[in-house]
Nanobody
Framework: QAQLVESGGGSVQAGDSLRLSCVASGRTFSTFDYDMDMGWYRQAPGKEREFVARIDWSGVNTSYAEAVKGRFTITRPNTKLTTYLRMNSLKPEDTAMYYC?????????WGQGTQVTVSS
């Protein structure tokens, strides 16, 4: 079984911060799987799901969408089965459902999502 559980979403004011968490569990996921990338996507109402950030197994290599560079930080502790997304200086346009994603050798796994709402 493969399960991704997100948490940490909420309703905040513009300029506030939030930290999202995602925990991967189940036999599909292994601490020692070097091909296991973790990341975050988001989907606002009426829009396509879009990439936000990604981190590789080492935790060293990261990538970000242009819209969040300099404001969001993705990290991955040594346990390798958890990832965090620190979101600073939140804007109303960051409002969306945020989904955790794990990609292993081209196969995608998704969480159920956690809602982030930013009011001006």
């Amino acid at each position: 079984q493969a399960q991704l559980v997100e948490s940490g979403g909420g309703s905040v004011q513009a300029g506030d911060s939030l930290r999202l968490s995602c925990v991967a569990s189940g036999r599909t996921f292994s601490t020692f799987d070097y091909d296991m990338d973790m990341g975050w996507y988001r989907q606002a109402p009426g829009k396509e799901r879009e990439f936000v950030a990604r981190i590789d197994w080492s935790g060293v290599n990261t990538s970000y969408a242009e819209a969040v560079k300099g404001r969001f930080t993705i990290t991955r502790p040594n346990t390798k089965l958890t990832t965090y997304l620190r979101m600073n200086s939140l804007k109303p346009e960051d409002t969306a459902m945020y989904y955790c994603n794990v990609q292993i050798r081209g196969v995608d796994y998704w969480g159920q999502g956690t809602q982030v709402t930013v009011s001006s």
